[in-house]
Structures are given as C-alpha cells and as structure tokens.
C-alpha cells in the first residue's frame, strides 16, 4: 500500500557524483524515517544512510564524509547525494521507509525496486 520509486542510478567514473532520490506514495499517514540500504552482486544488503522524520541522520562508516542524505517532507522525498564515487560504491540502491498508513496501525518496512550505480575505475 506504500510505494517508493527511486530514481538518479547510472554509470559514472571513479571521483564523480550522484544524486539519487525516492518518493514514496500511496497510503500514508505518518513516516519514521527514510534511508538508502545497498547490495553489491555477491554481498549482503547494507545501511547506506537513513534519515529519521526529526531530522537526525546516521551514515555508514564507509559513506560519511562523502554522502549526504535529506528529505522534503512535504513530497514524501528522501535523496541522497553521492560524491567522490568509487569502484566500490557499484551496487544497486534500494530507497527504504518505515511508516505508518493509519495512526492506529503499526510502522512497518516499506522497499523500493532499486536503482543500480556502477563506477568505473
């Protein structure tokens, strides 16, 4: 009943940028937070950023310093701004959300389609 369509993935080189972004849609009455979670072929899904509806973020380790995430509350938007990409970063991005579709119901984990980045050395 959520739905979160990303867009932004493409193929760049080694020190460029990327700027991604997720709207969600649908049935939604409040959202916890929003974030970016990656998979690489081979690799396990991993926290890339999230962003949590008062405005704190938190960052892997790996991304701090170089990824910058925000949200537009009033659009339901969460983006995420990559710089100084590296081969490494080559993964597909899915934008994720927790929310709610109603105030008595629960929060629950809501997942975009994914959106794949590819850096080339």
């Known amino acids: 009943q959520v739905q979160l369509v990303e867009s932004g993935g493409g193929l760049v080189q080694a020190g460029a940028s990327l700027s991604l972004s997720c709207a969600a849609s649908?049935?939604?009455?409040?959202?916890?937070?929003m974030g970016w979670y990656r998979q690489a072929p081979g690799k396990q899904r991993e926290l890339v950023a999230s962003?949590?509806?008062?405005?704190?973020?938190n960052y892997a380790d790996s991304m701090k310093g170089r990824f910058t995430i925000s949200r537009d509350s009033a659009k339901n938007t969460v983006y995420l701004q990559m710089n100084s990409l590296k081969p490494e970063d080559t993964a597909v991005y899915y934008c994720?959300?927790?929310?709610?579709?109603?105030?008595?119901?629960?929060?629950?984990?809501?997942w975009g389609q994914g959106t794949q980045v590819t850096v080339s050395s």
């Open positions: 994720h959300t927790r929310a709610k579709r109603h105030y008595w119901d629960i929060f629950n984990d809501y």
């Open positions: 649908g049935s939604i009455f409040s959202i916890n937070s």
């Open positions: 962003i949590i509806d008062g405005g704190s973020t």
